[in-house]
Nanobody, 129 residues
């Protein structure tokens, strides 16, 4: 069974930075496509960023492109989300997600939550103005 554990959330002032980490248990990480999503209470979960299993393809939602960077270290079974120039609108619970099955190609990216098989418990990011 795969477990995903996020860390790195917290309270930061607008314009500041945070780096989220998501550590995966199990042996499937290097074959998995990964994603970050966020959710504000009362709103739907929103796609933030995705990375292919080879780490060479990424995609971002428009509101974070140029400010956030997704990366992965397959040797450490960890995916990261570097968040710079944070804004109050970035305040949310951030979740990492994994898709791991035979259909995942080296360059595959997934932007819909229903395409992912495993989820972490989330980490709170609060950006004050």
């Amino acid at each position: 069974q795969v477990q995903l554990v996020e860390s790195g959330g917290g309270l930061v002032q607008a314009g500041g930075s945070l780096r989220l980490s998501c550590a995966s248990s199990g042996r499937t990480f290097s074959r998995a496509a990964m994603g970050w999503f966020r959710q504000v209470t009362g709103k739907e979960r929103e796609f933030v960023a995705a990375i292919s299993r080879n780490g060479r393809s990424t995609r971002y939602t428009d509101s974070v492109r140029g400010r956030f960077t997704i990366s992965r270290d397959n040797a450490k079974n960890t995916v990261y989300l570097q968040m710079n120039s944070l804004k109050p609108d970035d305040t949310a619970v951030y979740f990492c997600a994994m898709r791991s099955d035979f259909s995942v190609g080296d360059w595959s990216l997934y932007v819909s939550g229903v395409e992912y098989h495993y989820w972490g418990q989330g980490t709170q990011v609060t950006v004050s103005s």
